[in-house]
């Protein structure tokens, strides 16, 4: 059984930060794990990703500088470090995991967590 959970969202002013947890059980067979957020009306977009071996990361060009992902191979599990948040970051963010492919699109992950709210009040 493979199981994605997200924590962490919540409701936050312009300027403040948050850090989102993704736990990661069962057999993903994963390489990447990436997070993608979807605000109401839009499409799903790509976030952040970062391969579970060697730490490479890339991010949006929206959220570069803001936003930091990480993991913890002892805890199977990712983060997503998030500063400077602007109400245009209010969406639900989920974490994915993929094997191969292109992983700033969200076909390339073959499961994905439930997700949770992150709300920036301005």
């Known amino acids: 059984q493979v199981q994605l959970v997200e924590s962490g969202g919540g409701l936050v002013q312009a300027g403040g930060s948050l850090r989102l947890s993704c736990a990661a059980s069962g057999r993903t067979f994963s390489n990447y794990m990436g997070w993608f957020r979807q605000a109401p009306g839009t499409e799903r977009e790509f976030v952040a990703v970062?391969?579970?071996?060697?730490?490479?990361?890339n991010y949006a060009d929206s959220v570069k500088g803001r936003f930091t992902i990480s993991n913890d191979n002892a805890k199977n599990t990712v983060y997503l470090q998030m500063n400077s948040l602007k109400p245009e970051d209010t969406a639900v963010y989920f974490c994915a995991a993929g094997r191969g492919g292109p992983w700033s699109l969200a076909y390339a992950y073959a499961y994905w967590g439930q997700g949770t709210q992150v709300t920036v009040s301005s």
């Open positions: 970062i391969r579970w071996s060697g730490g490479t990361t």
